[in-house]
């Protein structure tokens, strides 16, 4: 009796075991995850999201991966700069899984493997640099050390993506030394840029000066112009007016009796001068005899016919 009652606790017992094992068997993969099955110790296949069944006994689950990008951080380290200043350096690193198999038997860790990577990959980096160009050239140094981390992860199915430097210490007596030195370069800047807006205040009122005279200048010579051209039209305007005053005055002489009309326009000219010499206590000494009327004409005839054809 006793006998019978073992054999049936063993075989409820391996019942189980089985029930429990086809249980385990039903894999449900979520999203973005993958999951690295071996049969019988050796590598057979990468399960991705989804419902799997997998052989009791024969088939195990060995590594699980996740696809998303991840983040590690890098613990903060001492780095040497060129010119022989130590300084602590730490990091941010994203990564990506690629190929789960190599994540699986490519190396132990991969996540402690890139850590350490990245480390040793920023001491070389930052080695070759000077002080003040590990400040200013971070993206260059995230750059170059994201390029040789990631070809060194590429066989282990790990994909770097970013790098980035998150803070830079500096030991106090090197900080003090670089404030100092960043306060004179702002003063000298400052002095230079005074200077500078100076000299361009001075060029600017000279430039000013020299527009105004030259534009002054230009007035003056455009007034002289003007005044010589009206000059020249005002001689013009005369001369032909005493052309014509001739032309007209030979005509009158050709036609009968246009001498003795020459003759008393001449005397009424003659006269109407003298009577603007004759003022009250003025004396006129006359230069013609006016008893002798017909010879003082003939005078003054041939000398208004004289001084118009001179003019």
């Not at 195990?60 to 991966?65: G, I, P, S």
């Not at 005369?238 to 032309?247: G, L, M, P, V």
């Not at 603007?276 to 000494?285: E, H, P, Y």
Request: net charge neutral.
């Amino acid at each position: 009796m006793s006998g019978m009652f073992l054999i049936n606790i063993l075989l409820a017992g391996f019942g189980l075991t089985i029930v429990i094992s086809v249980i385990r068997s039903i894999q449900i993969i979520p999203s973005k995850t993958v999951r690295v099955v071996e049969r019988l110790g050796k590598y057979s296949t990468t399960m991705e999201a989804g419902l799997h069944l997998l052989i009791p006994f024969i088939d195990k689950v060995r590594y699980q991966h996740s696809l998303k990008e991840q983040a590690l951080d890098v613990p903060s380290q001492s780095c040497f700069t060129l010119d022989n200043v130590k300084i602590q350096v730490d990091g941010v690193l994203y990564f990506q899984v690629m190929d789960p198999k190599k994540a699986s038997y490519g190396i132990t860790n991969y996540r402690l493997a890139t850590i350490y990577l990245a480390q040793t990959t920023m001491r070389s980096v930052i080695g070759k640099l000077d002080l003040d160009k590990t400040f200013e050239e971070r993206e260059q140094i995230n750059a170059a050390i994201l390029k040789e981390v990631d070809e060194a992860t590429d066989p282990w199915g790990v994909k770097v993506t970013r790098y980035e430097i998150k803070d830079i210490t500096v030991p106090p007596d090197i900080l003090q030394a670089m404030e100092v030195q960043m306060r004179a370069d702002r003063d000298r800047r400052a002095v230079i840029a005074r200077s500078e807006g100076e000299r361009d205040s001075k060029v600017n009122h000279s430039l000013g000066e020299m527009e105004e005279n030259i534009n002054r200048s230009e007035g003056i010579k455009e007034q002289l112009i003007n005044e010589a051209q009206g000059r020249a039209s005002e001689i013009l305007a005369i001369a032909k007016a005493s052309a014509n005053s001739i032309r007209t005055l030979a005509k009158a002489i050709s036609v009968e009796g246009g001498d003795d009309a020459l003759n008393l326009q001449i005397m009424e000219g003659y006269l109407q001068s003298m009577k603007s010499l004759a003022k009250k206590d003025t004396q006129v000494v006359l230069p013609v005899d006016l008893t002798q009327i017909d010879e003082t004409l003939e005078k003054l005839k041939k000398i208004s016919i004289t001084s118009g054809k001179e003019s």
